[in-house]
């Protein structure tokens, strides 16, 4: 009995060593977390790691625990966005007092980021200036990337092309890229002075990144803008899409496999019958016209990431139209035009391992242009071929590295028949850019970012071979404004229609500096930025002969934009003002002396309005622009290009009815006050009999453009409507 | 032989009192849990959860209560840069938790859980692709385990708030709702650290259908 009782007692005394040990070697923990200057870090994790033991630090960063485990303990201390500390220690029942310090981590998403020059627009997590649902929905633009585009700062409105011009440059200086694949001819065809459309709906892309200058030195052939598009990933559930549109229809569909998608969509558009309604103001024969095709194929490549896009798309357009001469109006010109496109595109990406990764890709273009000039055929057609392959390093999470090779092939041919030597006269060029690229970009804290880096280029054609530097710098001093710069050289081979005409043209250079202050909230953006572009090696006409083409040509740009955005003000409301001032001078192609291009004006103006009315379920958008008067080239006066246009002003407006989840309904109208808008003049080639160049205006084809869209979805989830497509 | 049962009993009970030890900590720690208000309060509970789940290895409870944390965190946060930052931490303790116990319906509600909060930070934007997500997570939870109340109950939510930003009728989602509710009330627990939490966020919603 007695044994046993002595047994029971040395068996709860064991429990309770075992049990309450703890109290016996208690080992006191304590100490502080701060942060690299010295801050308090409160509701810092304190673990004893493998223990429960731990706590978390206290308002001024301070904390204690006990513990009764004893050897060798790993202490562990972390907290959002800082990078995990431990700290081995003995444990043996005597106090221990610690000072950690915690390092920030870099962080991708409120960290600095190279700002200079760039609009990002995406549904990444980072703060960007725009949503892609932003493009699409933009009064004014219907849906059109290049129109939406043309409301940001840096722009200038070109109403009778419809395309981007930036900073001072022309439509051929911004190139557009796909997967990080160039795109030739990024417009639809379209008739002399009327506005044509980006060939690529705005819907295909889940992020739009627009640079007016400073842009990677991943990025060539692109002097002022690079308008780099990325494709949506693999898509998540089965669905069709249907639209009825007072100037056609559209039918996709999307079938999703296990890991992968396809996508299909047919697109078909005939302005004739509206033309028929709305009369115009050119004298169309028949009336611009439009079968497109497209095709994206999206495939998951293991589970790090890895995937595998292409993308196809084919258009085939024809219009034909009278042109009348300006002196006498009865003599006209039948130009009957034709245009097939087509264009294909494959990206790859795979991680490699933790620290590398590579992406590839190969896209193809065919443009081919068959026009008929009273009869007499043209003929442009080019085939051009892109492969890139990059690689990029996260040297360390300051550092990282980006490195990649490419080669551009373009091959060129026009015809035309010439009635004086019955002939067919042919140019051509065949021309091959190979590129490498290597680029660091370098986190100095989550206050300071560089990237730097440089672009190397050989062309065959004029076997010119160039080193570009590219530099940005970002500092963000406290927590949301931030200041960057940007400098960087870039060049672009001659445009086609000069090219071909003398093959030994040099490739046209520009230089930009850029300075940016932006402060971003998750719903207000404020951005001011100011830049100077110096041009060089312009193509210039040797006194005045087309003919005669050589690199004389220069010209600068400067200038300051403003954009402000706010989503909070206005309950339901969004809305963004840009303000560009541009200055600028070139003496190029067949201009006299340095003069202001016709397509440059100095104050462009944009206020875009959207608003979501719950009770009627519709969202409304209004965009006003003004252009300021541009300035063009009248025969009648000695000085060149010093006439002004009158300034362009547009209101347009756009409504999105949603009566039922799977259906909108859409009418959009431009220019609603009825303005009629003058682009330039026109002038005879030769002076009447009074020695007077007679003039026409360039006008708008109608006062109005009006669309009307019925956009049905049919899948399985009912929340699911076509709204961030239009 | 009365020392040696003794002695076994007693070991029994130490090492059930060991395991109890977790069953404690987390039972005290949902209910800090359950009755958090502040960053703070949530903050620490979430430590204390992640200090046991590094622990523990095998159990998914308390990643489970850890990204409920951060959800809720998420919620209360109107900056929507930092309500990611919180959404990235629940989902990697969701994904940290169905790696120990893969088709556990409480985590795969959680995960819509999070993703439904993710559309929350801009709707216009992420609406599409979030509530899909969401959608198939709480259809999935459902189908794991059809007496899941949560899951019913999230799904409900989701679909209610569709509804609303569209305008459109909120029946089905009223439905959804009435089931979960019923679910709450014949759920039985498969254990005292199950999650409870709910019932009342589902009377929230059952109450805007009936007014």
């Known amino acids: 009995m007695i044994a046993e009782q002595v047994l029971m007692k040395a068996i709860f005394t064991i429990l309770l ?108 997590k980072r703060r960007t200036i725009l949503k892609a649902v932003d493009i699409a929905m933009t009064a004014g633009a219907t849906a059109d990337i290049a129109g939406a585009l043309n409301t940001l700062p840096g722009t200038q409105k070109v109403g009778e092309t419809g395309r981007l011009f930036v900073r001072g440059g022309d439509d051929s200086e911004t190139r ?76 996709a569909h999307t079938q999703v496999f296990d890991k992968s998608s396809l996508t299909g969509k047919i697109t078909y558009t005939n302005v004739r019958p509206y033309f028929n309604l709305i009369n115009q103001r050119v004298d169309w024969i028949t009336p611009y016209a439009s079968v497109e095709g497209s095709a994206a194929y999206r495939q998951q490549l293991g589970n790090q990431g890895g995937s595998l896009k292409a993308y196809g798309n084919f258009s085939h357009s024809d219009f034909s139209l009278y042109a009348h001469d300006i002196t006498v109006p009865e003599n006209k010109q039948m130009q009957e035009v034709n245009n097939n496109y087509r264009y294909g595109n494959a990206a790859y990406q795979q991680p490699l391992n933790t620290k590398w990764s590579m992406r590839g890709g190969l896209s193809y273009t065919y443009n081919d242009y068959a026009v008929k000039i009273d009869g007499k055929p043209m003929r442009e057609n080019e085939n051009d071929v892109h492969a890139k392959i990059v690689f990029e390093n996260s040297v360390s999470d300051h550092v990282e590295l980006r490195f990649g090779s490419e080669t551009i092939n373009r091959n060129y041919y026009a015809s035309r028949f010439d009635e004086q030597t019955i002939q067919t006269q042919h140019q051509d060029f065949n021309e091959t850019i190979a590129g490498s690229f290597v680029e660091a970009e370098v986190f100095a804290s989550n206050h300071f970012v560089t990237r730097v880096g440089a672009r190397s280029e050989y062309n065959t054609l004029n076997h010119d071979f160039s080193v570009d530097p590219r530099l940005s710098v970002a500092y963000k001093p406290g927590s949301l404004g931030q200041f960057s710069f940007a400098y960087g050289r870039f060049r672009q081979s001659a445009q086609n229609q000069y090219l071909r005409v003398n093959n030994d043209l040099r490739e046209e250079k520009a230089e930009h500096f850029i300075l940016n202050y932006q402060i971003i909230t998750s719903n207000r953006t404020f951005r001011v930025e100011t830049y100077y572009k110096n041009y060089d090696n312009l193509v210039k006409f040797e006194n005045g002969n087309s003919m005669l083409l050589n690199n004389n040509g220069n010209g600068f740009a400067k200038g300051v934009e403003l954009f402000w955005r706010d989503s909070k003000t206005i309950k339901n409301a969004d809305y963004w003002v840009s303000y560009s001032y541009l200055d600028t001078k070139r003496n190029y192609l067949n201009y006299p002396y340095a003069a202001i291009p016709s397509y440059a004006s100095a104050h462009n103006f944009s206020i875009v309005y959207k608003h979501f009315i ?113 | 032989m009365k020392t040696i049962v003794t002695f076994i009993f007693v070991l029994v009970v130490t090492v059930s009192f060991a395991q109890d030890k977790f069953t404690a900590t987390m039972l005290k720690n949902i209910e800090a849990v359950y009755s958090a208000k502040t960053t703070e309060e949530y903050q620490q509970v979430i430590n204390s959860f992640d200090r046991i789940a590094s622990a523990e290895k095998t159990k998914w409870e308390p990643y489970y209560y850890s990204a409920f944390g951060n959800v809720m965190l998420a919620t209360q946060e109107t900056d929507g840069t930092k309500k990611d930052a919180y959404l990235d931490l629940a989902l990697t303790a969701v994904e940290k938790g169905e790696a120990l116990a893969a088709g556990e319906s409480e985590l795969v509600a959680m995960e819509g859980f999070v993703h439904m909060i993710r559309v929350t930070v801009d709707p216009a934007t992420r609406g599409q692709k979030y509530s899909g997500q969401a959608m198939r997570a709480f259809g999935k939870a459902v189908k794991l385990n059809p007496e899941n109340p949560r899951a019913l109950s999230l799904m409900a939510q989701m679909q209610y708030g569709t509804a609303q930003f569209f305008g459109s009728e909120t029946t089905e989602a009223c439905t959804t709702a009435t089931t979960a509710l019923a679910k709450f009330e014949t759920y039985k627990s498969v254990s005292v650290i199950a999650p409870q939490w709910g019932k009342s966020m589902t009377e929230g919603v059952v109450a805007r259908c009936n007014k």
């Open chain 1, 17 to 124: 060593i075992t049990l309450y040990g703890a109290a016996v070697a208690q080992t006191k923990i304590s100490g502080v977390v701060t942060d690299e200057k010295g801050e308090a870090i409160p509701g810092a994790n304190v673990s004893l790691k493998d223990t429960y033991d731990g706590t978390s630090s206290r308002e001024d960063g301070s904390f204690s625990f006990s513990t009764g485990e004893l050897g060798t303990g790993i202490l562990e201390i972390s907290f959002i966005s800082y990078k995990t500390v431990q700290h081995t220690l003995e444990l043996k029942g005597e106090p221990v007092q610690l000072s950690i310090t915690l390092k920030e981590e870099i962080n991708q998403l409120d960290g600095v980021v190279i700002s200079a020059g760039s609009f990002t627009a995406g549904e990444e």
């Open chain 1, 176 to 251: 557009t890229f796909i997967d990080g694949m160039a795109v030739m001819n990024s417009y639809n065809a379209s008739a002399p002075n009327t506005p044509s459309r980006t060939r690529f709906p705005a819907f295909m892309f889940k992020g739009t990144s627009f640079s007016t200058g400073g842009y990677s030195a991943e990025y060539g052939q692109a002097i002022s803008s690079a308008l780099v598009l990325n494709s949506k990933d693999k898509a998540e559930m089965n669905q069709t899409d249907i639209g009825i549109l007072s100037v056609g229809g559209e039918l």
């Open chain 1, 614 to 726: 719950t009770a009627i379920k519709s969202q409304v958008g209004v965009t006003y622009s003004y252009s300021s008067p541009r300035p063009y080239y009248n025969p009648n006066h000695s000085e060149f290009n010093s006439d002004r246009t009158p300034s362009y002003q547009d209101l347009s407006a756009n409504v999105a009815y949603l009566p039922k989840n799977w259906l909108i309904l859409y009418v959009s109208c431009t220019n609603l006050l009825g303005r009629d808008n003058v682009f330039g003049y026109e002038y005879s080639k030769t002076p009447d009999a009074n020695d007077v160049y007679a003039s026409r205006p360039i006008v708008q084809p109608a006062k109005h453009f009006l669309l009307i869209g019925m956009f049905i979805t049919i899948s399985k989830n009912k929340s699911v409507n076509q709204l961030p497509n239009l």
